[in-house]
């Protein structure tokens, strides 16, 4: 109970900062804002919400055909002559629309939706036969100049991606409803934008509170009287079990309130079950060829272990410079750089494809690119089982660090 209350009392002071505390909440009202500035077309998505209630969530020509019957129903309510949807919509001017009335302009409105909709499913089959997974493994060979085992673990991956792939089409996997990635980009929206800044939010928070936490005695010079003793010098342990926890309310609170406020602006109700792998998910050039069958819901669950992760071992590494600096200004600089110098760090090893490869696997891509996890297609970060590999990478060296900044710091003098 005693190693749990002085936990607790170290985790108190991170709480009572008001630069901390401050930060969190100019964070979230940013998020806020940044749902809001993008809801102008939350009403379009109910459409398709309507459509996988009425014809389910997966799509083929039978339901594709059920939903162009319909559509030909509703324009004849409109206009009786009209022989197809897409005759209708080709020849309906801002003119004729106006001349219609707000409840037909309102069906009008819908069924454009609609035939979007459906004339981007009825396309997904070409576009996946148009798809060539060894030319675009090939491409990357050559955009980032790869050779020797660089080129052949590329290569590798890329043969297991074309399983992957032979599969996805097999299974029809995807053919599964979802919001129109051409038109709305929904997956770039929650994870490049959003979840990508609460990241980034996230991060700025972990490494001010473990520098602050580590630091504390130093700076407000009661290192000699909490520090004289054996058991003072242990202190640190529980600054680090403090520091770690602290990540953890952080990141529960962002994430939460953020993603609560999110959902309840844009309405995901029918397509937690999508796959992040649907053809209609397709937004640039290429669509999302996921490792594994994933669903939005499991997809947006490890999207967020994935972060947290990055935070706690960010946390770690913050701490045990702290701890060897024992400067929380210095310290917090320090970090800071090495974060950027992560992103930076990889574009400088052209000269050796090997080192070019292996420094993809940082903390920094890992914030940055929530949207391309597990998806084959993204370049050098594309390898399987990228994200894992480097948190255990990452893991030792943080646990090296902090283990080492820990033990010298038990043996230095004081002064």
Not at 203 to 227: G, H, K
């Amino acid at each position: 109970m005693k190693e749990l209350k002085i936990t607790f009392l170290e985790l108190q002071k991170i709480f009572r900062s008001p630069v901390i505390v401050l930060l969190l909440l100019v964070f979230v009202g940013f998020n806020t804002f940044t749902i809001f500035s993008n809801a102008y077309w939350k009403d379009e998505l109910k459409v398709l919400n309507q459509i996988v209630e009425t014809y389910g969530l997966f799509f083929n020509e039978e339901s594709l055909k059920e939903l162009e019957q319909d559509m030909v129903k509703k324009v004849t309510t409109i206009d009786p002559q009209a022989e197809s949807i897409e005759d209708f919509l080709n020849q309906l001017t801002y003119e004729k629309y106006d001349v219609y009335e707000a409840s037909d302009q309102k069906t009008i409105d819908e069924l454009s939706i609609l035939y979007m909709y459906h004339h981007q499913a009825s396309m997904l089959d070409e576009r996946y036969e148009g798809l060539d997974i060894k030319a675009l493994g090939e491409e990357d060979i050559e955009t980032y100049s790869l050779s020797g085992i660089a080129e052949e673990l590329t290569l590798h991956q890329y043969k297991k991606l074309e399983k992957r792939f032979e599969e996805i089409v097999d299974q029809e996997e995807y053919k599964t409803w979802f919001f129109s990635g051409k038109a709305y980009r929904m997956h770039s929206q929650l994870f490049r934008e959003l979840m990508s800044i609460i990241a980034i939010e996230g991060t700025i928070l972990v490494v001010l509170m473990s520098a602050f936490i580590a630091c504390y005695e130093r700076e407000n010079r009661a290192d000699l009287v909490t520090y004289s003793t054996k058991t003072g010098r242990r202190l640190m342990y529980k600054k680090w079990s403090a520091s770690l926890l602290g990540t953890l309310i952080v990141s529960s609170l962002l994430f939460i309130v953020t993603l609560a406020i999110y959902f309840t602006v844009f309405d995901y109700s029918q397509v937690w079950n999508s796959r992040v792998s649907s053809g209609l998910n397709w937004e640039y050039n290429l669509p999302y060829v996921t490792w594994y069958d994933l669903t939005i819901t499991q997809y947006l669950a490890l999207a967020i272990i994935i972060i947290t992760s990055v935070w706690l071992l960010i946390s770690a590494l913050s701490f045990g410079i702290s701890v060897f600096i024992q400067n929380s200004y210095l310290a917090t600089i320090f970090v800071y750089l090495l974060i950027v110098a992560m992103f930076v760090i990889p574009s400088l090893f052209t000269f050796s494809p090997l080192l070019l490869l292996l420094g993809h696997y940082n903390l920094t891509l890992l914030i940055l690119n929530p949207h391309m996890y597990f998806n084959g297609l993204s370049g050098l970060t594309g390898h399987q089982h990228h994200e894992f590999i480097t948190l255990i990478i990452w893991l030792v060296i943080s646990i090296m660090l902090v283990r080492i900044s820990l033990n010298r710091f038990t043996r230095k003098d004081l002064v």
